[in-house]
């Protein structure tokens, strides 16, 4: 029912800023809340951050301060603003919506519904 298209990725050195969208077609009511969540070379999908319909944020400890997320509900685009980036930073990232408000799950992959199929962030030094 939802479709995600991410873009912005790319190549960056370190100390650089990057800003990706993530288009959302379809269903636009069950958008409850959308995220980002990356996956670097050989670990696991790590939460980065979420927003909820009225603009509620939530943020991983290494993004406070760097990243910011927001959402335009009008072209149904999903943004996450990247500055100071950081070699370890390097990974997929991954928009992702939630039909329901996962609260203080938010970081759980397993709470939302929908991904898109990643765009890459390369952070050199």
């Known amino acids: 029912q939802v479709r995600l298209l991410e873009s912005g990725g790319g190549s960056v050195q370190t100390g650089g800023s990057l800003r990706l969208s993530c288009a959302a077609s379809?269903?636009?009511?069950?958008?409850?809340?959308m995220g980002w969540f990356r996956r670097a070379p050989g670990k696991e999908r790590e939460g980065i951050a979420a927003?909820?319909?009225?603009?509620?944020?939530s943020y991983a400890e290494f993004a406070k301060g760097r990243f910011t997320i927001s959402r335009d509900n009008v072209k149904h685009t999903l943004y996450l603003e990247m500055s100071d980036l950081k070699p370890e930073d390097t990974a997929v990232y991954y928009c992702?919506?939630?039909?329901?408000?996962?609260?203080?799950?938010?970081?759980?992959?397993?709470?939302?519904?929908?991904w898109g199929q990643g765009t890459q962030v390369t952070v050199s030094s």
């Open positions: 992702v919506v939630s039909r329901q408000r996962p609260g203080r799950n938010w970081w759980n992959p397993n709470v939302y519904n929908y």
């Open positions: 379809g269903d636009q009511q069950i958008m409850m809340c």
């Open positions: 927003i909820d319909g009225d603009g509620t944020t």
